[in-house]
């Protein structure tokens, strides 16, 4: 009888999204790589704010992408988690700001005012 010991958690490269990603769009795609030397196959799970994206196929070469809609305003966690076929496991954690409220302009200010034709002016636009 022979058997192989499995200590090596499998790798996981998130490339997409980037930690801390702003956007103002719903739809989001997962980008990755994984591999694991001992313990093949890799499967991938994808998790928004705790609840399960669904199945995420993983490519011959350990690449995989998978579609998500993000559910909620603000802050977004996203989690992948690799797991090889001995059951270890290697998670990367995202964190992205869906945000759709455009900006409130709050005031306009224009220095020297007012400004006479040909001088340089400064113009401050200052945002909530």
């Known amino acids: 009888c022979t058997f192989k010991v499995d200590t090596v958690a499998p790798s996981l490269v998130v490339t997409a999204p980037t930690e801390g990603l702003e956007t103002n769009k719903s739809e989001l795609t997962v980008v990755g790589s994984t591999d694991d030397v001992t ?37 977004n966690v996203i989690v992948v988690t690799a797991t090889d ?20 302009i709050k005031s306009v200010s224009i220095t020297p005012n007012p400004v006479s034709a040909g001088n340089l002016y400064k113009i401050v636009v200052e945002v909530e």
Do not use: H, M
């Not at 609840?51 to 998978?66: I, R, W």
């Open 39 to 75: 313990s093949k196959p890799v499967s991938i799970s994808v998790k928004l704010n705790g609840k399960d994206c669904g199945a995420v196929e993983v490519g011959s070469d350990g690449s995989f992408s998978k579609v998500i809609t993000l559910d909620q305003q603000g802050e």
């Open 85 to 104: 076929k001995a059951g270890k496991t290697t998670t990367v954690t995202r964190k992205v700001v869906y945000n759709t409220t455009a900006p409130v």
